[in-house]
């Protein structure tokens, strides 16, 4: 069975970082694109960015574009993500998911794990 378990999230002050990680059994993740999305109560899901199975040439939400980058390790099945210039509007529980998509209703239906709150708050 698929498994993704996400951590690294927490309270940040607007401006501030944070590192996700997502670690990643069942599956050979070497061989998977991988993708973060993110999710307030309330609101649908959110694509945040996506990157191939050699870690090169990730794609990012415009909302995240130049604060957040997405890199992996596939010696040890982890997936990160970066976060910088953390704003109040980037708090959410954040997921990562097996497989690639580029919108919120497309990421949907794949795989995620449990989720990481982020939440960004002077």
């Known amino acids: 069975d698929v498994q993704l378990v996400e951590s690294g999230g927490g309270l940040v002050q607007p401006g501030g970082s944070l590192k996700l990680s997502c670690v990643a059994s069942?599956?050979?993740?070497?061989?998977?694109?991988m993708t973060w999305v993110r999710q307030t109560p309330g609101q649908e899901l959110e694509w945040v960015s996506t990157v191939g199975t050699d870690g090169t040439n990730a794609a990012y939400s415009d909302s995240v574009k130049g604060r957040f980058t997405m890199s992996r390790d596939n010696i040890k099945n982890t997936l990160f993500l970066q976060l910088n210039n953390l704003k109040t509007e980037d708090t959410a529980m954040y997921y990562c998911?097996?497989?690639?998509?580029?919108?919120?209703?497309?990421?949907?239906?794949?795989?995620r794990g449990q989720g990481t709150q982020v939440t960004v708050s002077s």
């Open positions: 998911a097996q497989g690639a998509c580029y919108s919120g209703s497309a990421c949907s239906g794949l795989p």
């Open positions: 069942g599956f050979t993740f070497s061989r998977r694109a």
